[in-house]
C-alpha cells in the first residue's frame, strides 16, 4: 500500500523501514528535514513540504502520523488535515490521550476524513521484532489499512480494539502494566545488590528468562543493561521520566473506581526519583524531631 510517514523519529523512522522492507511504498516526511534526507538516501521516498507529501499519494490517502502526542500532534494533524480530501484517512500512531483521539475523530468525520488512533509498542527494537499494534477505528476504515497493520506487527501482535479511541486506550493500559512491572523488576534487583551475597545480576536476569516464572522481554533488557553498564549501573542517576500514559492510566482507574496500587505506586516511584531531595521527608523528619525528640541528620552533618 501508499501511505506517508510523518515524523522519522525513534519510532516513525524505523517504521517507514520495515514497511518499505515488506513492500509497502512509504512517503517519509520529518519536521527538520536532515532525517528525511537520511531515510532518502537508504532508498525510501521523501517529501519535504506537507503538501509535496500529500502530492505524492494516490487518492484515497493515508497519512500516519508519529510524533510526540498533544500540542505537536494536534498541530501537525491540522496541517495534513487542511491538505486532505473527504475519504483520506489519518493514523495517529503516537501515544495520545485517547480522549483527544475520541475528539479528533469526531473532527475529522465532520470533514469527510477518517482517523484511526493505534497504539504501537515495541520501542528501537520494532525494526527488527516487529511492533505490538492496537488499534481503533471505524471498521470501514481500519479494514483498508489492515495490511499496514500487518506489515509493521509481529504474526498475531495486531488486534482491532474496538472503534475511535480504543487502541489509545488500550496502548494507555499497557504502558500502565508496563510501570508497574519494570517497578516490580527494580526493586528486585535492588534488594539483590543490597543483599549479603555477591550476586552476579547479569548472570541471574540472564538465567532467570529461561524456564523460570517472571522470564520476559524486560527482563531480557535488565540482562543487556547490566551488560552494558556493569552491576553498579555507575554511569546512570536514578530520574525516571514519565510521558503520560501511566498518569492517564491511574486517572482512569480512580474514575472507575478500580483500584490499582501496583500501576499508582510505580508511578510515584518515578515522580520521586525525580526530586534531588524529598521535601515530605524534611517534613516527617522535623515532625518526628518535634514530637519526640529524635535526631536529624542536617547537611553539615550528614551521618
Ligand atoms: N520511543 C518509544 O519507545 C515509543 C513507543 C511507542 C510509542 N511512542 C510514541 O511515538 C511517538 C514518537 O515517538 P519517538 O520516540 O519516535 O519520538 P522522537 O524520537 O522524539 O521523534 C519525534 C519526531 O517528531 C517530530 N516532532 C517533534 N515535535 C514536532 C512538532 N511540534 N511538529 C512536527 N514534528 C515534530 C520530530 O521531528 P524533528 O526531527 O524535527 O525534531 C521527530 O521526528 C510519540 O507519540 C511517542 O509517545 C514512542
Known amino acids: 500500500m501508499d501511505l506517508a510517514i510523518v515524523g522519522l523519529g525513534r519510532m516513525g523512522g524505523n517504521m517507514a523501514r520495515r514497511l518499505h522492507q515488506a513492500g509497502h511504498r512509504v512517503i517519509a516526511y520529518n519536521r527538520s528535514r536532515e532525517k528525511t534526507e537520511e531515510i532518502v538516501a537508504e532508498g525510501l521516498e521523501g517529501g519535504f513540504t506537507p503538501e509535496e507529501v500529500v502530492g505524492m499519494l494516490p487518492v484515497p490517502r493515508i497519512v500516519w502520523l508519529m510524533v510526540p502526542a498533544g500540542d505537536a500532534t494536534e498541530a501537525t494533524l491540522g496541517e495534513f488535515a487542511e491538505l486532505l480530501a473527504p475519504g483520506d484517512t489519518i493514523v495517529d500512531g503516537g501515544n495520545a490521550d485517547f480522549h483527544d483521539s475520541k475528539r479528533r475523530h469526531e473532527v475529522l468525520k465532520a470533514q469527510g476524513i477518517r482517523f484511526v488512533d493505534a497504539g504501537i509498542s515495541g520501542g528501537v527494537w520494532g525494526l527488527k521484532n516487529g511492533y505490538g499494534t492496537m488499534v481503533g477505528g471505524d471498521p470501514e476504515a481500519v479494514g483498508p489499512l489492515e495490511p499496514i ?4 506487527a509481529p504474526e498475531g501482535g495486531y488486534v482491532h480494539c474496538g472503534p475511535a479511541g480504543s487502541g489509545h486506550y488500550a496502548k494507555m493500559v499497557h504502558n500502565g502494566i508496563e510501570y508497574g512491572l519494570m517497578q516490580a523488576y527494580a526493586e528486585g534487583f535492588e534488594i539483590l545488590h543490597a ?6 545480576l547479569e548472570a541471574i536476569a540472564k538465567a532467570w528468562n529461561h524456564g523460570t516464572v517472571i522470564r520476559s522481554w524486560l527482563l531480557e533488557l535488565a540482562g543487556l543493561a547490566f551488560e552494558q553498564y556493569g552491576e553498579g549501573l555507575d554511569e546512570l542517576r536514578g530520574w525516571v521520566a514519565d510521558s503520560g500514559e501511566g498518569r492517564w492510566t491511574v486517572q482512569e482507574a480512580i474514575d472507575l473506581d478500580v483500584p490499582a496500587p501496583v500501576i499508582t505506586l510505580s508511578l510515584l516511584t ?3 526519583s525525580r526530586q534531588p531531595e524529598s521535601y515530605g521527608a524534611k517534613v516527617l523528619a522535623a515532625l518526628r524531631q518535634q514530637f519526640g525528640g529524635h535526631a536529624v541528620r ?3 552533618a550528614p551521618e
Open 149 to 152: 497493520f500487518r506489515s509493521l
Open 298 to 300: 542536617t547537611e553539615e
Open 270 to 272: 518515578r515522580f520521586r
Open 195 to 200: 543483599s549479603q551475597y555477591p550476586l552476579d
